[in-house]
Each structure stands twice: as structure tokens, then as C-alpha cells.
């Protein structure tokens, strides 16, 4: 379990995602997040994180995991967001995989989007190429909605509850995988400061968000 932590801890902080992703997508010119820019808004009767476990990777899925078909698209109105979900694992150095510039992918060994516990969707802000998919995450607001489309057609509406910018070195794991049988949802890419040397963000913008 600590292992699998350590390891999700530093797979989203190298989730270099879009010039937030670059990190990990330097090869390909993509980039990586960035510093708090004091982006962290916990509001009144926001989920309150739980003290944290990393969900275990798992070839047998839970029954309530099992009754979840795979996500196949995510859509965001707000941010005009509609992209395909591809599935991630980790990379053989423990960092995260991210998905090619123009797609969402979502952190397969964890939870599945609609099922209980807090599943991961991460996507670049940016690369060469200009703004990609997660773009305009930060301006997200309370209340705004996100869907989630299953291969079975069906759907799972979730509700942004707030959301925090925090350098990638201080990432917050025991909040993006605290320890809840809620059925709950993390957005994940980069931002704030972007470092010319380095060709990435120094932080990760993340988005927690929860069924309606």
C-alpha cells in the first residue's frame, strides 16, 4: 500500500501534463504544472479528505467496481471540454503514463469514474502544438459539471466540490487518494510557474469533484 502510494505520489507529479506534461512528454515537446498560486479554494461543506490510501492495483475487480463499465469519454461543458478516456498505468520508473496530446486518460489501476473511491482522470494543459484538453481546468468552479460516458452507453455525473494548485514536490496525495467508499473524482494536470530551463510546470492543478 505505502509502496503503491509512493509510487502514484510520483507518478502524478511526473504526470507532466501538457506543457504541464512535459516532464515525462519532454521528448515529444510537451510539458509539465506548476507553484501555488494560492489556486487552493476548500468552501464550506466541501469533501473534507480522509486520511489516505492509495488504491492497490487489482486483476480481480470489486463487485461495485465490476458493475462499471470502462469510461470512454469525458465531457466538461464549462471548459468545453469532450475528449476520449484512454487507460493509464504507471511506466517502468513508477511515473504515470499520460495520454497523447488530444485525449483524457484515467488511472486504470485505481478506481473506475463512477465507481466508489476516488478515481483519477488526468490530461496536458498544453504542449508546442497550443492548448490541449485540460487547458482551462483551473477555471473550473463549485458546482460545475462533469460527465463521464461508459462503454455500455451509460452515464456518471460529477459536481466540482473545489480545487487546489500545489507544486509538484508537495503533491497531496492523501487527498487525491483518500481513503473513502464515496463515489468521487480527481482531475489532474499541470500548471502555475512554467520553468524555461526545465520546459514543464512546477505544479499540478487538481480539480475534486464528486457524484451530483
Not at 115 to 131: F, L, Q, T
Not at 145 to 169: C, M, N, P, Y
Amino acid at each position: 500500500m505505502a509502496k503503491l502510494a509512493a509510487a502514484l505520489a510520483a507518478a502524478v507529479i511526473g504526470v507532466t501534463l501538457g506543457v504541464g506534461l512535459v516532464m515525462l512528454l519532454d521528448q515529444n515537446g510537451v510539458v509539465q504544472p506548476s507553484v501555488p498560486v494560492s489556486l487552493a479554494t476548500t468552501q464550506p461543506g466541501s469533501e473534507e479528505p480522509e486520511p489516505s490510501k492509495a488504491p492497490e492495483a487489482s486483476d480481480t475487480p470489486s463487485p461495485e467496481a465490476s458493475q462499471v463499465a470502462k469510461p470512454v469519454r469525458v465531457s466538461i461543458p464549462a471548459i468545453d471540454v469532450d475528449a476520449d478516456l484512454v487507460e493509464l498505468g504507471l511506466n517502468d520508473d513508477g511515473s504515470m503514463e499520460v495520454p497523447n496530446f488530444g485525449l483524457a486518460g484515467w488511472y486504470e489501476p485505481g478506481p473506475r469514474p463512477g465507481a466508489p473511491g476516488p478515481a483519477v482522470i488526468a490530461a496536458h494543459v498544453d504542449s508546442v502544438r497550443g492548448p490541449d484538453v485540460f487547458y482551462r481546468l483551473k477555471d473550473l468552479t463549485r458546482g460545475d459539471k462533469i460527465t463521464v460516458e461508459h462503454a455500455d452507453g451509460a452515464t456518471t455525473t460529477f459536481k466540482v466540490k473545489r480545487s487546489e494548485q500545489q507544486l509538484k514536490e508537495e503533491l497531496p496525495a492523501d487527498r487525491i487518494w483518500n481513503d473513502t467508499d464515496k463515489v468521487v473524482l480527481r482531475l489532474i494536470t499541470c500548471g502555475g510557474d512554467f520553468d524555461p530551463n526545465e520546459r514543464s510546470y512546477r505544479s499540478n492543478v487538481i480539480i475534486y469533484a464528486a457524484t451530483a
